[in-house]
């Protein structure tokens, strides 16, 4: 049931644009996106809900197809502050308390 | 205050050992939770915490033993483990889920890292 993120490893140059999978084989309630950098804790990025809420980050956007049971993350000119590896999480129900993380995307942006 | 403190930040056992792993937050999120994350993996859901109750359990090993004394903190008590229980221990806490502004975005502590040789 862990959602399975693509691609698994992605390195782009200081200003190009990515994109993040996760695809899941269950129907989704909720998916949120974290990213982690190398030795720190995970951060939270941005959460959509089944119905079109979203909350997240200004510079980060996403999208949710539930009937495809997939989420994409989209990161703009990117950053070098965007390195690290990113995750979906996936809710199957209302409330969050048991988040299922997506296999991870290691993104690494070069100057 | 907007972080979930966990100590210790390493820990090196013994496998006939009993450790605590502490995490604590003061931003009055009702929901608790471990993490276990191996190397190069996404963490793990271990336990979860609601309201000070355990409500969820994902078939972890006795070995393994949660305690949640109060709505700020989160204990995780070790014992008897094995080497392949070496990983970073993540704590987080979210919202309470019956606020009118809840999302359920997770707050991750920076881990406790654990070796048990």
């Known amino acids: 049931q862990q959602p399975v993120q693509s691609p698994q490893a992605v390195i782009l140059r200081e200003g190009e644009d990515a994109v993040i999978n996760c695809s899941s084989s269950?129907?989704?309630?909720?998916v949120h996106w974290y990213r982690q950098k190398h030795g720190e804790a995970p951060v939270f990025l941005m959460i959509?809900?089944?119905?079109?809420e979203q909350k997240g980050h200004e510079k980060i956007s996403a999208s949710f197809n539930e009937k495809k049971q997939q989420s994409s993350l989209y990161l703009t000119a990117s950053q070098l502050s965007y390195s690290g590896t990113y995750f979906c999480?996936?809710?199957?129900?209302?409330?969050?308390?048991?988040?299922?993380f997506g296999t991870g995307t290691r993104l690494t942006i070069i100057p | 205050d907007t972080e979930v403190t966990q100590t210790p930040k390493h820990l090196v056992m013994g496998m006939t050992n009993k450790k605590s792993l502490k995490c604590e937050q003061h931003?009055?999120?009702?929901?608790m939770y471990w993490y276990k994350q191996k190397a190069k993996k996404p963490p793990e859901l271990m336990f979860v915490?609601?309201?000070?109750?355990?409500?969820i359990n994902e078939s972890v090993p006795s070995r393994f033993s949660p305690e949640c004394p109060n709505s700020s903190l989160l204990n995780l008590h070790l014992h008897a483990l094995q080497p392949e229980d070496s990983a970073l221990y993540l704590c987080?806490?979210?919202?309470?889920?019956?606020?009118?502004?809840?999302?359920?975005?997770?707050?991750f502590g920076e881990g406790s890292r654990l070796t048990v040789l």
């Open positions: 987080a806490s979210s919202q309470e889920r019956r606020s009118n502004s809840y999302h359920g975005e997770l707050f």
């Open positions: 269950k129907a989704l309630y909720s």
């Open positions: 959509l809900l089944k119905g079109g």
């Open positions: 999480g996936t809710g199957f129900n209302f409330g969050n308390e048991k988040l299922t």
């Open positions: 931003m009055g999120h009702r929901a």
């Open positions: 915490y609601s309201y000070e109750k355990l409500s």
